[in-house]
């Protein structure tokens, strides 16, 4: 059980905290979608699925709170109405309906080994279950509303703590200083959402000065500089791929090390196109290389058209130790672009201009 879910069960129930968290499936599940708050990279916000449920139980608690024999007469809140006030919490303005219309059951029976949906969809119109809102013969909805507020708080928190890291580096006296501790960011714990936008930022500026020449004839043939595009937000359905070049179309993506069986998963979506893997590692590009090779011979049985097919597909390997040479050697202007890269791209990724929960 997370900290912060004891402590509330504890607030409203102090002699049966613990009888209401092994009969409440609802705080069981909130308490299980909470994992986000540690930063891994493995887990997601749970926002959608979080909010969906705190849009009903905030007009419940205002209306049918203690009152069961009322609630069961209920029909269920307008889609409308809750739409409308998910969508104007904290990273809620980007949300789609999905969860209210079937994501929050599906998922609530796999975490919680349920037997009845949580969600009462009823032609258009939502309640939650009043089986998951009484335990014990008390109303858990405020302990429950609580906890979903209190995870988002401490997802606030740890949004705002780069931004906050981006301040400290703009007020540094000098470049060197700069360098620093933007390289202090990249690390192997780093939240995956910040080690993506670094790494974006910091090959942007990397390759901006790198050029080719590239024309359809001889007598059309000119310089052009490299240019980085990242695709999308870190949860998108890319394909595959976080960061494309131009003009010469160079895929990224930005991964771990400790799964190459997702490696060539991606590859596969790209239909073996060459990708350039940036990995969230302290590990020697050569290690990971040979790691990558063996697993590659392993996983092919020996096969050489299979081994050749994902080998010819790893164009390069870029860890955090290219990734801070790199940084170093870039100018103060660079460095100042990274700055504003992160800066920006981190906003957008974070839904940072909403509202947060009241």
């Given at each position: 059980m997370?900290?912060?879910?004891?402590?509330?069960?504890e607030?409203?129930?102090?002699?049966?905290?613990?009888?209401?968290?092994?009969?409440?499936?609802?705080?069981?599940?909130?308490?299980?979608?909470?994992?986000?708050?540690?930063g891994?990279?493995?887990?997601?916000?749970?926002?959608?699925?979080?909010?969906?449920?705190?849009?009903?139980?905030?007009?419940?608690?205002?209306?049918?709170f203690?009152?069961?024999?009322?609630?069961?007469?209920?029909?269920?809140?307008?889609?409308?109405?809750?739409?409308?006030?998910?969508?104007?919490?904290?990273?809620?303005?980007?949300?789609?309906?999905?969860?209210?219309?079937?994501?929050?059951?599906?998922?609530?029976?796999?975490?919680?080994?349920?037997?009845?949906?949580?969600?009462?969809?009823?032609?258009?119109?939502?309640?939650?279950?009043?089986?998951?809102?009484?335990v014990?013969?008390?109303?858990?909805?405020?302990?429950?509303?609580?906890?979903?507020?209190?995870?988002?708080?401490?997802?606030?928190?740890?949004?705002?703590?780069?931004?906050?890291?981006?301040?400290?580096?703009?007020?540094?006296?000098?470049?060197?200083?700069?360098?620093?501790?933007?390289?202090?960011?990249?690390?192997?714990?780093?939240?995956?959402?910040?080690?993506?936008?670094?790494?974006?930022?910091?090959?942007?500026?990397?390759?901006?000065?790198?050029?080719?020449?590239?024309?359809?004839?001889?007598?059309?043939?000119?310089?052009?500089?490299m240019?980085?595009?990242?695709?999308?937000?870190t949860?998108?359905?890319?394909?595959?791929?976080?960061?494309?070049m131009?003009?010469?179309?160079?895929?990224?993506?930005?991964?771990?090390?400790?799964?190459?069986?997702?490696?060539?998963?991606?590859?596969?979506?790209?239909?073996?196109?060459?990708?350039?893997?940036?990995?969230?590692?302290?590990?020697?590009k050569?290690?990971?290389?040979?790691?990558?090779?063996?697993?590659?011979?392993?996983?092919?049985?020996?096969?050489?058209?299979?081994?050749?097919r994902?080998?010819?597909?790893?164009?390069?390997?870029?860890?955090?130790?290219?990734?801070?040479?790199?940084?170093?050697?870039?100018?103060?202007?660079?460095?100042?672009?990274?700055?504003?890269?992160?800066d920006?791209?981190?906003?957008?990724?974070?839904?940072l201009?909403?509202?947060?929960?009241?």
């Open positions: 997370e900290h912060f879910v004891q402590e509330i069960l607030k409203y129930f102090p002699d049966q905290s613990q009888q209401i968290y092994a009969e409440s499936l609802l705080i069981q599940y909130l308490d299980k979608k909470s994992g986000a708050i540690h891994t990279a493995k887990t997601r916000r749970s926002l959608a699925n979080y909010y969906a449920i705190y849009s009903i139980l905030n007009f419940y608690v205002d209306e049918y203690e009152n069961p024999d009322e609630y069961k007469k209920f029909e269920g809140y307008e889609y409308t109405k809750l739409f409308t006030f998910y969508r104007r919490l904290y990273g809620g303005r980007k949300l789609q309906n999905h969860a209210l219309n079937s994501r929050v059951n599906g998922e609530f029976r796999n975490k919680v080994h349920a037997d009845k949906d949580l969600i009462i969809i009823n032609g258009g119109k939502y309640a939650i279950h009043i089986d998951f809102l009484y014990l013969g008390q109303d858990i909805t405020i302990a429950a509303k609580e906890i979903i507020e209190k995870y988002v708080s401490l997802l606030m928190e740890k949004d705002h703590s780069l931004l906050t890291a981006l301040a400290a580096i703009e007020q540094a006296t000098s470049v060197d200083d700069k360098k620093l501790k933007i390289s202090d960011l990249l690390a192997e714990d780093a939240e995956a959402r910040i080690f993506e936008i670094i790494s974006f930022a910091i090959l942007k500026s990397h390759y901006k000065t790198q050029k080719i020449y590239i024309g359809f004839t001889i007598e059309g043939i000119h310089e052009e500089y240019q980085l595009f990242k695709t999308g937000r949860n998108a359905n890319d394909g595959g791929i976080d960061f494309v131009r003009p010469i179309g160079r895929f990224f993506q930005v991964t771990e090390v400790n799964n190459y069986d997702k490696y060539l998963l991606d590859i596969d979506k790209v239909l073996h196109f060459p990708i350039s893997f940036v990995i969230k590692t302290t590990k020697r050569q290690v990971v290389e040979q790691e990558i090779e063996h697993y590659i011979d392993e996983k092919s049985g020996g096969m050489v058209v299979i081994k050749e994902y080998k010819n597909a790893f164009e390069e390997i870029i860890t955090i130790n290219e990734l801070k040479e790199w940084l170093l050697h870039l100018d103060e202007d660079s460095i100042d672009l990274i700055i504003k890269d992160i920006f791209y981190y906003k957008i990724e974070m839904n201009e909403d509202f947060a929960v009241e």
